[in-house]
């Protein structure tokens, strides 16, 4: 498909902010229902992905355009059914399982997972389960029920973007860390993709593992920096843009 408009720019919106192609307002896809996001900040970088297009059109460079019509068209339908799909991610968290102490691995798990987990046990005020091996052990009732009510004070589109940065790295710990604002991105996907890594150390990589390996990176970074254009503090200091 050939490029169709000229010009990509974000409006004000009952709801938001929306982004219009030569002055005609976005519907998603599926649903054909107004494609309003809350924040400025978060128009503008869907608007950037209009823009970068080139004459011929690449349907797979919409990432954020596809999270949003997949948050309103899906998600705002059932949040509760994202939010369960979260939560599995959080009964067995890549950060919680580690290698037997025994192994090299073992000791930059610790290294590097320990002090992510011991911050978000912090922040979230829950207490997580650390297993070492592949037998699963239950997270507390608790820590759930906690993490349930933190995810439903969410919006569909939140929910949308943080499902994305959950599933790509295995990690309702990784997915909720990189939602405050004082967070790496980099740092958490590189703690997300360690046993990978480690694993390429030991045996090398070859260029089309490589490539899935960037690509799920970039998806993760972009859904990070979305996200972050939809809190409550960049609320605050948009509306009134």
Request: charged content about 30%.
């Amino acid at each position: 498909m050939k490029r169709f408009w000229k010009i990509a720019s974000v409006d004000q919106s009952e709801g938001g902010w929306r982004v219009l192609l030569d002055g005609r307002p976005i519907r998603t896809q599926a649903g054909g229902a107004p494609q309003v996001v809350p924040t400025r900040a978060a128009a503008v970088l869907l608007a950037r992905e209009w823009e970068t297009q080139g004459e011929d059109i690449v349907p797979e460079a919409f990432v954020l355009r596809d999270l949003v019509d997949y948050a309103i068209d899906s998600v705002a339908a059932a949040p509760g059914a994202t939010i369960d799909t979260l939560l599995r991610y959080a009964e067995t968290d890549t950060l919680c399982y580690r290698a037997d102490p025994d192994e090299p691995l073992h000791k930059r798990q610790w290294s590097v997972w320990e002090p992510l987990v011991t911050a978000f046990e912090a922040r979230e005020g829950v207490k997580l389960e650390r297993v070492s091996g592949i037998v699963h052990r239950p997270q507390p009732d608790e820590t759930l029920a906690a993490l349930r009510a933190r995810l439903e004070r969410f919006d569909p589109i939140m929910l949308a973007a943080l499902e994305v940065m959950t599933s790509l790295s295995a990690s309702l710990c990784v997915g909720l860390s990189a939602l405050d604002p004082a967070a790496d991105a980099q740092a958490l996907w590189d703690a997300a993709e360690l046993e990978e890594a480690w694993q390429v150390e030991l045996w090398g990589s070859d260029d089309l593992a490589q490539q899935r390996r960037d690509k799920r990176r970039a998806d993760f970074l972009r859904a990070a920096e979305f996200a972050r254009s939809i809190t409550e503090a960049d609320r605050s200091t948009t509306a009134s843009a």
